[in-house]
């Protein structure tokens, strides 16, 4: 309960996850944890630098078929596919002391097209979140915010938009089904919104819209959505968006250090 308290002082929150961690035999790289919970799908949420100091935070929500037991390794033993490796990157590209990046998997990911072509993951997902965010501005209100969607982590964010701290100050979303919105006014946010999609990635070819319960919008990537465009063509692929050397990554880095 106590390293799952969003607001909590996070040295008792990191301590709290370790004793739990070791209880539940996880074998795991050494690090932060501001989440942990092995019931279900799982939870967890890795920190890579001091959240307490930082001038500014990268919150990282991944998408379909992220579960705790393929958090480290990847989804399908791959690890350019975990979100783990993606956090540690951006924070390795950000290079500053005052930035702190979270991989935050709080929420039940679809593990399946059924449950992806859904909304009701990314309401829940979206409470969740909120309350997160809630949590680091508690601990931190000096800082600024950045949300980094992948896939349907993406729509998690969109649902999310409204309700937001105002500290999010950056939406970014890549690869994206869609946000649960037809336009960037609609997420009601003061956040900047930026989005990026390969011409190589396979989510380009899902249908824009929504029928019957099914799908997330017009894709953010469309022009018509009307967010901030940043460049994905060295990106071949779903899984590539952070990867080191691409002017993704680069983009990204600059979107979730922030202004300085």
């Known amino acids: 309960m106590v390293g799952n308290l969003d607001g909590a002082p996070v040295a008792l929150r990191y301590e709290a996850n370790r004793r739990a961690m070791l209880a539940a035999g996880i074998d795991r790289p050494d690090g932060d944890f501001l989440l942990f919970d092995p019931r279900g799908r799982g939870r967890v949420a890795q920190v890579f630098g001091d959240p307490t100091t930082a001038r500014r935070i990268a919150v990282l929500v991944p998408g379909m078929r992220n579960r705790l037991q393929n958090f480290w390794r990847g989804v399908g033993g791959q690890a350019y596919r975990s979100p783990a490796v993606w956090a540690a990157d951006l924070h390795r590209a950000g290079g500053s002391d005052d930035f702190a990046v979270i991989a935050w998997l709080g929420y039940d990911t679809p593990q399946g097209v059924d449950e992806a072509a859904r909304a009701n993951l990314a309401d829940t997902g979206a409470d969740a979140l909120v309350t997160f965010v809630d949590g680091l501005v508690a601990v931190r209100p000096q800082a600024t915010i950045a949300l980094l969607g992948h896939s349907y982590g993406s729509t998690v964010i969109g649902h999310a938009a409204p309700r ?51 799908g997330h919008g017009i894709a953010p990537s469309d022009p018509e959505f009307g967010a901030r465009p940043f460049p ?6 779903h899984d590539h968006y952070l990867s080191p050397g691409t002017d993704s990554l680069a983009a990204l880095t600059r979107i979730a250090g922030g202004p300085s």
């Open 232 to 237: 994905t063509a060295d990106v071949h692929d």
């Open 164 to 214: 937001l701290d105002a500290r999010v100050t950056d939406i970014a979303v890549f690869g994206s089904p869609g946000l649960g919105v037809d336009d960037v006014t609609a997420l009601r946010t003061g956040a900047r919104v930026w989005a990026g999609q390969s011409e190589q990635d396979w989510i380009s070819w899902l249908p824009g819209g929504r029928m019957l319960g099914l």
